[in-house]
């Protein structure tokens, strides 16, 4: 048997009489990180083989997919463009660890070390004396030609001239078993908040194998973060505001931005979300202007700033540029560091190590060739079907191809092109990645591996995460490993030769607390958000107690008689959620018409999209939810989408949804009720949730009531059932149904939680709390608006409300409630316009920060 061939001998138990490792092959092309090319296993490895070997196939796969599990529960998505699921697709985890002896470890977070050293020296130079140009050290096509050097930046006041505060790298392994460098990511490296996910889910379904191998931690990595972004603060040092900059909902690592800025304890902020007034960036809370400190970026230099770098930029915020160039706010990374990812830089790093630290570079980075010195060009242009070329300006960071898949004519058309712009190109060595084991469902097979490592600046020097993004993939021709396609990632386990130390990311102090309270500094966006959320989840709970009532008089499951109502329901579903109630053509119009009410897509007001709208607003707003929420919104999702994928309607299980659902719906405004601290999160969540409940109530009974079709006693019924009060109607009315005692019930009786006036009130105790301007002493419109609603339902008279005219309908109702109908989304705006949208001028919060924060 040959090398290629052979299978690796580990001890441990069987699964089934057949190993684990049986399929797993070594080559003699690639180094293996667990076994050596004679099939030995490597000595940092002896505690997980036999363990997984124990486990077995079976034991593996449950893991896996427990794993798998807690990656849906906690929304855990990555974004790949082009993809059918689009930010619905799960992060995809390895369930076996990529393990490294410590004493490899030492050496390789030295020369990381050093190397974030050396390119900090580099960058701070370019954007400051520029002597590495004066004296021929950087060629200047290599700085001023290309894109990733931000001319607005240079001469801009950097703390402590520390322009990288994080920096990530990519290395591989040589099949000699010696590191290299693939890339350097420099601008707003991502991917850390993932390692920290992939470490949380690992270490319990694997539990005693991470306790056994005392893993080193990741917890010191995120203190030294923490620790150098409070430094940076240009005042307000003790407590400063530190924001997480994010693209939105929309970039592929959105779901780490939001995990970051929950476990650092930062506000999560899109750029609309700042304002620049007086050179000092302002968030924008409910309480006003509130100045920020500290920026955290994972927004592209060229997008951070429309005014003065890139003008078609819509995520950044005007004028970000002159606050940092007031001194006023700090950015990590340092505008402009995104120019340190260019390829074309690696082959200078030696020379440039020896020049400004006299060190050799530790670290080498992947043979790398540019085409504006002669000698590579020439390499480049006789050697192109071995290299992997690539220009070193790219507007696709993974512009790359192999020589070797080219025709003659295209070798042809790219050596022109070199040719005419020799310094824009580069061309790299053909990369043979290390393999790992990997769990491919049924086996344990090597896959080719690329190692994501996280370097953090601290007071003096940089540290080291012990371990990173590990990412693998089953192709063995491409130049790069990203989570773009089918490739997974893996927990990385530094192994320590000494227990662990249990590190907390809660900072200890002697000095006191200052106390404090929930107060309303948190964004307008936020706030907005959670308003909406309120909206959809009583949009939702409405919709399907109105449907619940339906299919039990289509299933002959309500009082005799109550069929009858049905016509009256369908209108008033129809009038209620606009778009849903009426199908053209139908012979089984009833069902047909709940079906589209659950799950037509099409429509923005069924059950199923509101669900949806929901599960995005809860996304956007993870940070200040629980991850209970996240469950129960999504298993909602989940039971719809099944739901609709039959396409027909059977009454039996359509009300064990429709049940299941209400319970469901009631768990996440149990959560809102007794988990919530009653601060602006609550209060916004909540008046949605009334705004939404009244406004469909009110067109629900005008609907139904102004105009008399079929028998009455049947519709109020319906509605008592739907507005969940008949127990109570029966416990005070017995079985008498009039209409003036199911109004006062559903409209005018304060102590239902159901009625119209419990939400008036709720909502004008809200208003009330919101901040107010101290300076104007009269009311809000909010309270003016909310109070005079209140009033116009406890002066109304209910009996007089229920008479009917000659012409056979109830003006008096209708009157009343069209009043009701307009008053209502007059109230959403005024809040919406007073405390969401900031256009009203604050300049004077500026000045005033300005005398008092300095």
Not at 112 to 128: F, H, K, P, S, T
Not at 336 to 358: K, Q
Not at 466 to 477: F, Q
Request: proline share 6%.
């Amino acid at each position: 048997m040959t090398t290629q061939d052979t299978r690796p001998h580990a001890s441990g138990g069987m699964s089934n009489g057949q190993g684990l490792f049986d399929a797993y092959t070594v080559s003699d092309r690639a180094y293996d990180e667990a076994f050596t090319a004679t099939g030995k296993r490597r000595p940092h490895w002896d505690a997980v083989v036999p363990f997984l070997e124990t486990l077995g196939s079976n034991g593996l796969a449950r893991s896996w997919e427990q794993a798998r599990r807690m990656i849906h529960e906690n929304g855990v998505t990555f974004n790949v463009y082009g993809d059918p699921q689009g930010m619905d697709r799960p992060w995809e985890l390895d369930a076996i660890p990529w393990v490294l002896p410590e004493a490899e470890w030492q050496h390789l977070e030295a020369a990381l070390e050093q190397r974030a050293r050396l390119l900090n020296a580099i960058l701070a130079d370019v954007y400051g004396s520029q002597t590495l140009l004066e004296q021929g050290m950087l060629p200047p096509e290599l700085v001023f030609a290309h894109p990733g050097f931000l001319r607005p930046c240079h001469g801009l006041p950097v703390p402590n001239n520390c322009y990288l505060h994080v920096y990530a790298v990519d290395l591989g392994r040589a099949p000699d078993g010696r590191w290299w460098v693939l890339a350097d990511r420099t601008q707003s490296p991502a991917g850390a908040g993932y390692a920290l996910e992939n470490r949380l889910i690992l270490s319990s379904v694997l539990s005693d194998l991470f306790r056994d191998c005392q893993v080193q931690r990741f917890a010191s990595f995120f203190i030294a973060l923490r620790q150098t972004l409070m430094a940076l603060a240009p005042r307000h040092r003790d407590n400063p505001r530190i924001v997480l900059l994010t693209p939105g909902p929309s970039d592929e690592s959105y779901f780490e931005h939001a995990y970051l800025a929950r476990y650092l304890g930062y506000t999560l902020v899109e750029g609309a979300d700042l304002t620049v007034r007086d050179q000092t960036v302002f968030l924008k809370t409910l309480a006003g202007l509130q100045p920020v400190d500290v920026i955290l970026r994972r927004l592209d230099d060229a997008f951070c700033d429309p005014l003065e770098l890139d003008q078609e930029s819509i995520l950044g915020t005007a004028g970000l540029l002159q606050a940092v160039r007031a001194g006023n706010v700090v950015m990590a990374n340092a505008l402009g560091s995104g120019w340190l990812e260019n390829p074309a830089l690696m082959p200078l790093l030696p020379a440039l190590s020896r020049h400004i630290l006299g060190e050799e570079l530790a670290l080498p980075s992947v043979h790398t060739w540019w085409c504006g010195h002669d000698a590579d060009r020439e390499y480049v242009l006789s050697h192109m079907e071995d290299l992997i070329l690539a220009p070193c300006m790219p507007t696709n960071p993974r512009e790359v191809v192999f020589g070797v898949r080219l025709s003659a004519a295209e070798r042809g058309q790219l050596r022109q092109h070199i040719q005419a712009r020799p310094y824009a190109y580069t061309a790299q060595a053909r990369v043979t990645l290390s393999r790992l084991p990997a769990w491919d469902s049924e086996s344990v097979r090597p896959q080719r591996t690329v190692l994501r490592a996280y370097v953090v600046a601290t007071g003096d020097g940089y540290t080291v995460m012990p371990g990173g993004l590990a990412r693998v993939t089953p192709a063995n021709e491409q130049p790069f490993v990203s989570m773009q396609g089918d490739n997974r990632s893996k927990d990385t386990w530094v192994l320590s030769t000494s227990p662990t130390e249990m590190i907390t990311l809660l900072p200890s102090s002697d000095q006191p607390l200052a106390l404090r309270r929930s107060g309303y500094e948190f964004p307008s966006r936020a706030a907005d958000n959670l308003f909406w959320m309120g909206r959809y989840a009583e949009r939702t709970e409405g919709l399907v107690r109105f449907l619940r009532a339906v299919m039990l008089r289509l299933a002959g499951e309500a009082k005799p008689g109550g069929i009858e109502a049905l016509p009256a329901l369908l209108k008033a579903l129809a009038a209620t959620w606009e778009g849903l109630g009426m199908v053209e053509g139908s012979n089984d119009l009833y069902e047909d018409a709940v079906l589209a009410a659950m799950c037509d897509m099409d429509s923005p007001n069924s059950v199923r999209a509101s669900l949806q709208s929901l599960r995005r607003g809860l996304a956007l707003v993870r940070d200040y939810m629980t991850l209970e929420a996240w469950h129960i919104v999504s298993q909602l999702e989940e039971n719809f989408t099944r739901f609709s994928i039959s396409g027909q309607l059977h009454v039996g299980e359509t009300l064990e949804l429709l049940h299941q659902t209400i319970m469901t719906l009631s768990a996440f405004n149990g959560l809102g009720s007794e988990n919530m601290i009653r601060g602006p999160e609550w209060r916004f969540l909540d008046m949605g949730r009334r705004i939404e409940r009244a406004t469909h109530s009110t067109s629900l009974l005008r609907s139904a009531l102004v105009e008399i079709e079929g028998p009455e006693s049947a519709v109020l019924e319906a509605l008592l059932e739907i507005g969940d009060s008949s127990i109570t109607y029966r416990t005070r009315y017995l079985t008498r149904l009039q209409c003036g005692a199911v109004l006062d019930l559903l409209i005018a009786d304060d102590t239902n939680p159901r009625a119209v006036l419990y939400q008036l009130n709720a909502l004008a105790d809200h208003v009330e709390n919101l901040p107010q301007d101290q300076s104007k002493p009269e009311l809000s419109p909010a309270q003016r608006l909310a109070i005079a609603m209140r009033t116009h339902v406890r002066l109304a008279i209910m009996d007089d409300l229920a008479q009917i005219a000659r012409s056979g309908k109830r003006l008096h109702l209708d009157k009343f409630l069209s009043q009701l109908s307009q008053d209502l989304p007059a109230l959403s705006n005024t809040i919406t316009h007073h405390y969401l949208s900031h256009a009203e001028s604050t300049r004077h919060l500026s000045r005033q920060w300005s005398r008092t924060g300095s």
